[in-house]
Nanobody, 115 residues
Framework: VQLVESGGGLVQPGGSLRLSCAASGFTFSTFRTSWYRQAPGKERELVAGISSSGRNTNYGDSVKGRFTISRDNTKNTLYLQMNSLELEDTAVYYC?????????WGQGTQVTVSS
């Protein structure tokens, strides 16, 4: 299993970023996948999750209405569109898939929101 995140960077408050996660080594279209984030000194938290088909999504309270998770099963890729970014969104963002009882993680991509 390999998960490779990209798309992070430095953005001003109110700006937007789109993260991508390229998945390989498993049948992407059959597994629920998620985005998590971890800010310095804080625990890793769920940002958003999406069902295998893409029809069902859920979001952490702090990002509802601003972030959108999506997936393209033909490209084995997970996305996170982040709008109206706030200083508090600064964190390393990770792609996640749970297969059986094992959690797999990407290496993470840094998102920094700063003026």
């Amino acid at each position: 299993v390999q998960l490779v995140e990209s798309g992070g960077g430095l953005v001003q408050p109110g700006g937007s970023l789109r993260l991508s996660c390229a998945a390989s080594g498993f049948t992407f279209s059959t597994f629920r996948t998620s985005w998590y984030r971890q800010a310095p000194g804080k625990e890793r938290e769920l940002v958003a999750g999406i069902s295998s088909s893409g029809r069902n999504t859920n979001y952490g309270d702090s990002v509802k209405g601003r972030f959108t998770i999506s997936r393209d099963n033909t490209k084995n890729t997970l996305y996170l569109q982040m709008n109206s970014l706030e200083l508090e969104d600064t964190a390393v963002y990770y792609c996640n898939v749970r297969i059986g009882i094992v959690d797999f993680w990407g290496q993470g991509t840094q998102v920094t929101v700063s003026s």
